[in-house]
Nanobody
Framework: QVQLVESGGGLVQPGGSLRLSCAAS????????MGWYRQAPGKQREVVAE???????NYADSVKGRFTISRDNAKNTVYLQMNSLKPEDTAVYYC???????????????WGQGTQVTVSS
């Protein structure tokens, strides 16, 4: 059993900052790719940022230069630092982790429960 628990969402004014965290626990041998996705009302879920185990990162064009993804492998945790937030960043943010249960297993994708980020004055 694996759980991903997110925290750090909330209400912030335009131009403000938030830091999201997502901690994975349970039957984990290793975590390969981790990432953050978001889904705004009436829209499809979209990738925000991803990070590999070797810390290669990839960002959506809409957040480049404003958001930073990082991870702590010892804590099985991924972070998303969001600066210069805009109203269009308002969405439910979900973390994703591709997890190996043992050394030779394939990876299995797990999702967090989502955390609301609202950017409004």
């Amino acid at each position: 059993q694996v759980q991903l628990v997110e925290s750090g969402g909330g209400l912030v004014q335009p131009g403000g900052s938030l830091r999201l965290s997502c901690a994975a626990s349970g039957n984990i041998f290793s975590i390969e790719n981790m990432g953050w996705y978001r889904q705004a009302p009436g829209k499809q879920r979209e990738v925000v940022a991803e990070i590999t185990r070797t810390v290669t990162t990839n960002y959506a064009d809409s957040v480049k230069g404003r958001f930073t993804i990082s991870r702590d492998n010892a804590k099985n945790t991924v972070y998303l630092q969001m600066n210069s937030l805009k109203p269009e960043d308002t969405a439910v943010y979900y973390c994703k982790a591709d997890i190996r249960y043992y050394s030779s297993s394939p990876t299995f994708r797990h999702w967090g429960q989502g955390t609301q980020v609202t950017v409004s004055s």
